[in-house]
């Protein structure tokens, strides 16, 4: 059965850092690319950014509301998935969300999220 | 980045009906549109992928179809767990977007 885990949410001033994980199990964690999604309270889902696979060079994508602030990164050998998150604003209060992904493939898993909040 | 449209924002329904939810593109892509079906408080499911392929053990009443800027969703016989927000998801370009959501109740 496909696992996704997600940690590290917590409270942060404005400005701060936080670094969440996704810890994976039940299907080959190398072979798939692997995104972030967030949802503020009460709203849509957002797209965070993405992480492709080894055989892509591990290149990363990012929504232009994270770029430059934000940062995926990813350990096959421990089946884990990161989010740093730099420079943080009261806007990015949501729970993040891990998916699996392919290329050119729609998110067919989901971890149970984590909640940030953004607030002095 | 591709821009995607949802509507209705709210529907209104009752048990039985057949309902239909519209995402609308801001260009053209290539049918790599997905839906997933979300419940308070529960993770996004997905529902549908590539238009118009339906997850494995989703119902058959649900069903999508479209091309090019505009894709729908239809809930045939529409069922009491089917009440909750969809959303459609374009997973063509590198910046991938998700519409706005709709959220199905109760009428």
């Known amino acids: 059965e496909v696992q996704l885990v997600e940690s590290g949410g917590g409270l942060v001033q404005p400005g701060g850092s936080l670094r969440l994980s996704c810890a994976a199990s039940?299907?080959?964690?190398?072979?798939?690319?692997m995104d972030w999604v967030r949802q503020a309270p009460g709203k849509g889902l957002e797209w965070v950014g993405r992480?492709?696979?080894?055989?892509?060079?591990?290149?990363?994508e990012y929504a232009a509301s994270v770029k430059g602030r934000f940062s995926i990164s990813r350990d096959d050998s421990k089946n884990s998935l990161d989010l740093q998150m730099n420079s943080l604003k009261i806007e990015d209060t949501a729970v993040y969300y891990c998916?699996?992904?392919?290329?050119?493939?729609?998110?067919?898993?989901w971890g149970q999220g984590t909640l940030v909040t953004v607030s002095s | 980045d591709i821009q995607m449209t949802q509507s209705p924002s709210t529907l209104s329904a009752s048990v039985g009906d057949t309902v239909t939810i519209t995402c609308r593109a801001s260009q053209s892509f290539n049918n790599r549109l997905a839906w997933y079906q979300q419940k308070p408080g529960n993770v996004p499911k997905l529902l549908i992928y590539?238009?118009?392929s339906l997850e494995s053990g989703v119902p058959s009443r649900f069903s999508g179809s479209g091309s090019g800027t505009e894709f729908t969703l239809t809930i045939s016989s529409l069922q009491p767990d089917d009440f909750a927000t969809y959303y459609c998801?374009?997973?063509?370009?590198?910046?991938?977007?998700f519409g706005g959501g709709t959220k199905v109740e109760m009428k």
């Open positions: 992480i492709r696979k080894k055989a892509n060079g591990y290149s990363t």
């Open positions: 590539r238009t118009g």
């Open positions: 039940g299907f080959t964690f190398s072979d798939h690319y």
């Open positions: 998916a699996r992904s392919d290329s050119y493939g729609p998110f067919d898993s």
């Open positions: 998801q374009q997973y063509d370009s590198y910046s991938l977007t």
